[in-house]
């Protein structure tokens, strides 16, 4: 049977687009949509996807009020687990305790380098000569989680942060729907909080 997921956002949305387009082929459902930020397009490219798309703001409420609120939604859904596709915010362990299932995060960088914000211009200020992009699994902390897959990028002389992210974002599109698959077919094991791939 189908794997329902959620999918938390908060911007353009081109990772949840390419979930959406390889849905044929991967054994899961996107039950709901939720971003923080009501004017993301990436809830225009649910609806276009006929996919339920709520917005949950964080003003006006507490860390834990907005935290609760999320993983009830989620509930709500009836979701196995949860991705989040460009997602800003840090979430804590009020979200993670109430939220049904693991939580997968993809991140612009080949962890555990250059976790937080801007990923690729920090990579570029460091001068590293390979970067990439990494699933992992959420945890308390800052993109801390263990790490299911990543995929590496080379870094090019004549890169700045906007076309190094261009091309890490090639790869998150080929990563995000593969390694969400593999959680879906119920494949990722976490063991010792290190991640085996059942059937690699
Ligand atoms: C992606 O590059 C994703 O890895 C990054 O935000 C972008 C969202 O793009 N996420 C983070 O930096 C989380 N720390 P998208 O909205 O087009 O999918």
Same mark, same amino acid.
């Given at each position: 049977m189908n794997k329902k997921i959620g999918v938390l956002v908060s911007g353009r949305g081109s990772n949840l687009q390419a979930l959406i387009d390889r849905l044929p082929g991967l054994p899961l459902e996107i039950s709901v949509v939720i971003s923080d930020v009501p004017t993301a397009?990436?809830?225009?490219?649910?609806?276009?996807?006929?996919?339920?798309?709520?917005?949950?703001?964080?003003?006006?409420?507490?860390?834990?009020?907005?935290?609760?609120?999320?993983?009830?939604?989620?509930?709500?859904?009836?979701?196995?687990?949860?991705?989040?596709?460009?997602?800003?915010?840090?979430?804590?362990?009020?979200?993670?305790? !109430?939220?049904?299932?693991?939580?997968?995060?993809?991140?612009?960088?080949?962890?555990?380098?250059?976790?937080?914000?801007?990923? !690729?211009?920090?990579?570029?200020?460091?001068?590293?000569?390979?970067?990439?992009?990494?699933?992992?699994?959420?945890?308390?902390?800052?993109d801390t989680g263990p790490i299911i897959a990543q995929r590496a990028v080379p870094v090019l002389d004549s890169d700045d942060a906007d076309s190094l992210a261009e091309r890490i974002l090639e790869q998150e599109h080929i990563l995000l729907p593969e390694v969400v698959g593999l959680v879906a077919a119920g494949r990722v094991v976490l063991e010792n909080k290190k991640v085996r791939i059942k059937g690699e």
């Amino acid at each position: 049977m189908n794997k329902k997921i959620g999918v938390l956002v908060s911007g353009r949305g081109s990772n949840l687009q390419a979930l959406i387009d390889r849905l044929p082929g991967l054994p899961l459902e996107i039950s709901v949509v939720i971003s923080d930020v009501p004017t993301a397009f990436a809830l225009e490219r649910a609806r276009r996807a006929g996919i339920p798309a709520l917005v949950i703001e964080a003003g006006g409420k507490s860390r834990q009020e907005f935290e609760l609120a999320l993983a009830g939604a989620l509930c709500q859904y009836e979701v196995d687990f949860t991705v989040l596709a460009g997602f800003m915010r840090l979430m804590g362990p009020q979200f993670l305790a !109430q939220a049904p299932g693991p939580v997968i995060n993809i991140h612009p960088a080949l962890l555990p380098a250059f976790p937080g914000m801007h990923a !690729q211009a920090q990579a570029l200020a460091y001068g590293v000569k390979v970067s990439g992009c990494t699933v992992h699994f959420v945890d308390e902390g800052m993109d801390t989680g263990p790490i299911i897959a990543q995929r590496a990028v080379p870094v090019l002389d004549s890169d700045d942060a906007d076309s190094l992210a261009e091309r890490i974002l090639e790869q998150e599109h080929i990563l995000l729907p593969e390694v969400v698959g593999l959680v879906a077919a119920g494949r990722v094991v976490l063991e010792n909080k290190k991640v085996r791939i059942k059937g690699e």
